[in-house]
């Protein structure tokens, strides 16, 4: 989709005014990255899924929490030697 949108002056700085579909389509928030390519502007929201996940990791692996939790781990089998085939 391509749009125009007015350049508008707030204090020294620019702006423009971002409809709100728009906006709530891109997933933006409070605050957005930007970055300019090629004299292009390219605006991205700055919420990034699992930004938070590193951080839980190791807080699990602190309190031991984080070792595999699958029955088949345990349980004897000899499907590498019997049926595994390369090809």
């Known amino acids: 989709m391509n749009m ?3 350049i508008v002056k707030i204090g020294n700085s620019r702006g423009i005014r971002i409809p709100k579909p ?8 409070d605050e957005v990255e930007l970055e300019v390519d090629n004299h292009r502007l390219v605006v991205r929201s ?3 899924p699992r930004a938070s996940w590193e951080e839980s990791f190791s ?3 602190k309190k031991g929490e984080d070792a595999l939790q699958s029955e088949y781990e345990t349980m004897p089998n000899d499907w590498d030697e019997t049926e595994w085939e390369w090809k």
């Open 46 to 48: 700055s919420s990034r």
């Open 4 to 6: 125009k949108a007015a």
């Open 22 to 29: 728009v906006f709530e389509q891109c997933g933006f928030t």
């Open 59 to 61: 807080l699990m692996a």
